[in-house]
């Protein structure tokens, strides 16, 4: 079977069936479908452990599931060769939950790294559109530094410039909020809405910011217990009576998702159970 | 599981990791013509495993040689033939201790280096960056580092083995007073172009393929945390060395 596709213009740009994963003995989804409009913001969120991140890995194929269908803008990423993953990856922009900067490379050479290698463009045009992403992010000025000079925050505002680079089809972006004070969480913010608006990026967005989340994403999933437990609107999703949305967005301790890892009884663990001596 | 299975388990895993270094050395050799494409990034490394390693390689090889010249001549000098010094040391080095003791010390040198490079980037996320950005890490990172072990190792064994002739000659002539023209001459007489030196190129080129095969495939395939690469890299050097010795007595038996 080919791996590849042309896609109907009005099919979804993502599409999962029946995926199944299991890590380490531990099951991480059972049976999710999901499907992620071309244009638009998808959020995608869950509390922490619940397989966002590896989600994010089987859409890009970097890890294959152990059952179920992934489509990405026509190409079928479980059963795609290497050079087909390649050519859909070329499309797509990720943002790394810690940023993966190249440490020898300074901020400039990080950000002007994918189009060196993908196109051969004129050394000046590269420049231009590096100074162009570095000045979205607001770090022009910091273009020489190495990233062992930067802050947490910085490394991600580097990381997200690279990241849209290229100006992607799609935008992954992992827990991109983190370490961002309130200025650059709102610049990033700003960014995100533009790309999507002026260029139809299509962008994913895992976070755990709510409130940061609302103020871009068209769609919120939320993924719990190895589903998707709730999907919608942002103020959809808050107005919901579901028992997850209620628990995930008061941030309660009690409801369906445990707060503690599966641990044996408290109290027979501290040896004070069955009446001491 | 029981007495048996707990047995051969390690013995199990070792099968386990030669094969997956096989796996490894095949995706490799076929990322080598892509890697092509990134030739300033090959001839750095050469640079960095190459030229980065000559102090110790200089060093050594002249100390190495003037060891060899002076247990040879006090030897030989015994049997009345401490004439010969020049070609025994000159046979002992392009035949074995060249090529050997310059891996061994390519290993401890460059292909730690290698391993620990391969293995932060691993843990950093680097070379999964790499692939989201449709960059191949294999032909980006690993097989530049592989032709490089390759190219650069016999240029340092041959620059050991000049080294090592100078020091036995300044022990042999300088100090202990063998005729100049008889330690050149004997050399020059008995040392085949092939069979000795040739053979001896070609064992570099074996041992630098191995070395730097083990220490990318150690760095690659790390486990993404600090002690996951202290071991990796104390693994290079282990299983360099190991496999260098065997490699040398096999292709010995085959070259001879």
């Given at each position: 079977m080919n791996a590849t596709s042309a896609p109907p213009p009005n099919e979804a740009l993502i599409r999962i069936r029946g995926l199944r994963t299991v890590l380490n003995g531990k099951t991480i989804f059972d049976g999710v479908d999901l499907?992620?409009?071309r244009g638009g913001v998808t959020a995608i969120m869950g509390p922490s452990g619940t397989g966002k991140t590896t989600l994010m890995r089987h859409i890009t194929g970097q890890l294959p599931p152990d059952a179920g269908e992934i489509v990405v803008d026509g190409v079928d990423v479980v059963r795609a060769s290497r050079e087909q993953l390649f050519a859909l990856r070329e499309k797509i922009g990720y943002l790394f939950q810690n940023s993966a900067l190249l440490t020898d490379f300074t901020v400039f050479e990080n950000v002007a790294f994918p189009l060196r290698q993908q196109l051969r463009l004129p050394e000046e045009l590269v420049r231009n559109i590096v100074l162009t992403k570095l000045q979205a992010v607001g770090l022009r000025g910091a273009a020489e530094l190495m990233p062992s000079e930067l802050s947490g925050g910085m490394m991600r505002r580097v990381a997200l410039a690279r990241a849209i680079v290229r100006d992607p089809m799609l935008i992954i972006y992992d827990e991109p909020f983190v370490g961002l004070d309130p200025i650059a969480l709102n610049q990033i913010l700003k960014l995100i809405r533009t790309l999507n608006q002026t260029l139809g990026i299509t962008s994913i967005l895992v976070a755990h910011e709510l409130a940061a989340v609302r103020q871009v994403a068209d769609r919120i999933h939320l993924v719990a217990a190895g589903k998707i437990a709730a999907a919608g609107a942002p103020e959809e999703l808050s107005r919901g009576d579901s028992p997850w949305t209620r628990q995930f967005f008061a941030g309660e301790a009690d409801g369906p998702v445990p707060f503690h890892y599966p641990a044996p009884d408290y109290a027979a663990e501290l040896g004070l159970s069955g009446g001491g001596a | 599981m029981n007495a048996a299975h707990r047995a051969f388990?390690?013995?199990?895993?070792?099968?386990?990791?030669?094969?997956?270094?096989?796996?490894?050395?095949?995706?490799?050799?076929?990322?080598?013509?892509?890697?092509?494409?990134?030739?300033?990034?090959?001839?750095?490394?050469?640079?960095?495993?190459?030229?980065?390693?000559?102090?110790?390689?200089?060093?050594?090889?002249?100390?190495v040689g003037a060891v060899l010249g002076l247990q040879l001549y006090d030897v030989l000098s015994r049997f009345g033939s401490a004439a010969m010094s020049g070609t025994v040391v000159a046979l002992a080095l392009y035949r074995e201790l060249g090529p050997v003791v310059t891996a061994l010390l390519f290993a401890g040198r460059a292909g730690t280096s290698i391993t620990a490079e391969v293995g932060l980037m691993r843990a950093t996320d680097q070379l999964d960056a790499m692939e989201m950005m449709a960059v191949d890490p294999l032909a980006y990172v690993i097989a530049p580092r592989f032709l490089a072990g390759v190219i650069a190792m016999p240029l340092l064994a041959c620059i050991f083995n000049a080294l090592a002739i100078l020091g036995a000659h300044l022990v042999a002539v300088s100090w202990l007073g063998l005729?100049?023209?008889?330690?050149?001459?004997?050399?020059?007489?008995?040392?085949?172009?092939?069979?000795?030196v040739v053979n001896g190129v070609w064992k570099s080129v074996a041992f630098g393929a191995v070395v730097t095969l083990i220490a990318t495939f150690q760095g690659y395939t790390t486990p993404p945390t600090s002690e996951g690469v202290a071991y990796a890299t104390t693994r290079?050097?282990?299983?360099?060395?190991?496999v260098v010795l065997a490699l040398d007595f096999v292709m010995t038996a085959f070259l001879m």
């Open positions: 499907d992620i409009p | 388990a390690p013995l199990a895993a070792g099968l386990a990791q030669i094969g997956a270094c096989g796996r490894f050395l095949l995706h490799v050799l076929g990322a080598v013509p892509r890697s092509l494409r990134y030739l300033r990034e090959t001839v750095r490394q050469v640079f960095f495993v190459g030229a980065m390693s000559l102090v110790i390689i200089m060093t050594c090889g002249m100390f005729d100049n023209g008889t330690f050149w001459s004997n050399m020059t007489a008995s040392v085949d172009l092939w069979t000795d290079t050097v282990v299983f360099s060395s190991i």
